[in-house]
């Protein structure tokens, strides 16, 4: 029902109360309500109009007037023409529902009014069936009576500036608004599309897949790293210069050695004779300066006198100098044989091998009495005779002076020991096993030991027989092979040198015994051992035992080291 006024008189509707119940009838079909006042009557119909719709009431085209939609009085006569539609707000006489004029689209060809103010209360108009219809806004310059221009909301145009929205009402923004859309930084597909959420689990899988990616190239590049180290270690210290240097530095040469160069010797076996001296820092150390350097000199035999950690430049110098060259000099090492002390003599004093090895043979001629079993052995008479020493001769040394220069030293070291005159072959070859079994001191007076040990008649371990690979080796001619392991044919060839398969003493001197090992048979350290066995060729470590037992797991320790140093002279 229209509103009344204070005074009780009819008010007309507002627009949107006359829009709203417009949207209603058009709706549900109701007939509008006439006013409990009379209303004028209303001019008939012409014959033969036809009743208005719903659309062209809500359009505007069709007035509504009457008590039903499309009625007309009876016998009234239908003008010609349609009326003109009423001015806005106007209520039609005789009506109890006026019309409500609607608003047409504006014109397209029309220039839009950017700055227009938004009206606060879009409606929307829905037909059953229909898309839902596009807010509206209102010009506000437009004059009254003419027709408004629908404009769609969503275009630039009708929201001109940002206009106040009620935020309790209006979702949140998606991931692109029109603004984005006109300025290029967005497109039609992302209105109204946010993007969906990152997916974490997909993310945490990634990680764990890079990071797996990270530690196999980490791990390839170890494990290659480690490969070439293994490989070219050697190289990559010389290159990065992380080794230890083979050669002493300059200004460190001291004291004296003496160096014996063999007939035919080069560099290689003068390199490790340098080294035995001390005069150089490693056994490579000469052979490799001279492989550096481009040098291959002829090397004189002889004795000379160098000094000891010198520079292997500084020690090719001094063997070149014919100054430092000790003649009629001769180096003998502890531990030598008849055999090597001869070679020895001849390179240092010139003389003959062939003199020298004649003037040995009869020992009688040096004071040393023949010993008759040596003999028919086919063995040395003057086999440890040889005192090991450096000898420098007079110019005019014969073979036979030179021989007598080191029988006579013998003699002088066995006095110095305390040995009688009739114990002299015995200790001399009691020495000569332990000068082959043992280096130091302590060691040569254990050895000492052992042997006594053995030979006692009470032993009921190995019942008088000493074992000792040397002798073996000695009696089967396998002394200077470069081992000390005793091959089987020597260990059971009946020899009179092989204590494996004879008792007591060997037939005679196995080698050239020095100072220390004729007095350690002399004076033997005590103690129980019945064996003992060298676990390290290179340090000369060697472990004593009483027991067989015992003994097999030092053989052990032993083979082991072997195995590890396939090399080093097992």
């Known amino acids: 029902m229209p509103d009344s006024s204070p005074d009780g008189e009819a008010v007309p509707r507002s627009r949107r109360a006359a829009r709203e119940a417009a949207a209603r009838q058009a709706a549900t079909g109701e007939t509008p309500t006439t006013p409990a006042s009379p209303a004028p009557s209303a001019p008939a119909a012409a014959p033969g109009a036809q009743p208005g719709t719903w659309e062209s009431l809500i359009t505007g085209s069709t007035p509504v007037s009457g008590n039903a939609p499309g009625a007309t009085a009876p016998g009234a006569t239908a003008p010609a023409s349609p009326p003109a539609a009423p001015a806005v707000d106007q209520p039609a006489s005789g009506s109890g529902f006026q019309p409500v004029p609607l608003r047409t689209p504006r014109p397209q060809t029309q220039p839009i009014d950017v700055e227009a103010p938004v009206d ?4 929307i108009f829905a037909a059953a069936g229909a ?22 909301a969503a275009t630039p145009a009708a929201r001109g500036t940002s206009a106040p929205r009620d935020e309790d009402h209006e979702p949140s923004a998606p991931s692109g608004s029109l603004e984005d859309l006109f300025s290029g930084s967005a497109s039609t597909n992302d209105i109204g599309h946010a993007p969906p959420p990152p997916n974490k689990k997909r993310r945490r899988i990634g990680g764990w897949i890079a990071l ?17 180290w293994n490989t070219y270690e050697d190289k990559i210290r010389e290159v990065m210069g992380w080794e230890e240097p083979k050669d002493y530095e300059a200004g460190l040469a001291n004291g004296e050695a003496f160096v014996t160069i063999a007939q035919g010797d080069t560099g290689s076996p003068i390199s490790q004779s340098l080294y035995d001296a001390g005069v150089t820092k490693t056994p ?7 492989i550096t350097s481009g040098q291959n000199p002829t090397f004189q035999p002889g004795v000379y006198r160098l000094q000891q950690k010198m520079t292997s430049e500084a020690a090719l110098a001094m063997l070149l100098d014919p100054a430092n060259k000790q003649e009629f000099t001769a180096q003998i090492p502890e531990g030598f044989t008849v055999e090597g002390t001869l070679q020895r003599i001849s390179e240092g004093t010139g003389i003959p091998l062939e003199e020298l090895t004649a003037a040995a043979a009869d020992p009688a001629a040096y004071g040393v009495p023949a010993d008759p079993a040596i003999a028919a052995a086919g063995g040395q008479p003057l086999e440890g005779w040889l005192f090991p020493a450096t000898y420098t001769f007079d110019p005019g040394v014969t073979a036979q002076s030179a021989i007598q220069t080191l029988v006579d030293r013998t003699k002088q070291s066995l ?27 302590t060691d040569m007076q254990k050895v000492a030991r052992v042997i006594l040990n053995r030979l006692d008649p009470s032993n009921q371990e190995t019942f008088g027989k000493l074992q000792m690979d040397s002798t073996a080796q000695y009696g089967y001619g396998e002394m ?32 050239n015994p020095g100072d220390v090992a ?53």
């Open 120 to 123: 606060d209360d879009p409606w």
């Open 518 to 570: 004729i007095d350690a048979a002399m004076h033997p350290a005590e103690g129980p051992w019945l064996y003992f066995v060298t676990v390290n060729l290179n340090t000369g470590e060697t472990q004593f035992s009483s027991t067989y037992g015992e003994h097999l797991k030092y053989v052990e320790q032993w083979q082991q080291w072997c195995r590890d140093n396939p090399d080093q002279g097992c």
């Open 480 to 511: 200077h092979d470069g081992t000390v392991s005793s091959s089987e044919a020597a260990l059971n060839d009946p020899n009179p040198w092989n204590t494996y398969v004879h008792t007591g003493l060997p037939v005679g001197p196995i080698a």
């Open 131 to 152: 898309s839902p219809a596009m807010p509206y806004s209102r010009g506000g310059a437009a004059p009254a009576g003419a027709p408004a221009t629908a404009v769609a």
């Open 415 to 441: 006095d110095a020991a305390g040995v009688p005159q009739e114990r002299r072959q015995e200790i001399l070859t009691t020495a000569s096993i332990i000068q082959r079994e043992a280096r130091a001191g």
């Open 212 to 228: 797996g990616v990270v530690l196999l190239i980490l791990g390839g590049i170890a494990a290659g790293g480690l490969y070439v």
């Open 284 to 290: 490579d150390a000469f052979y490799d300066y001279l």
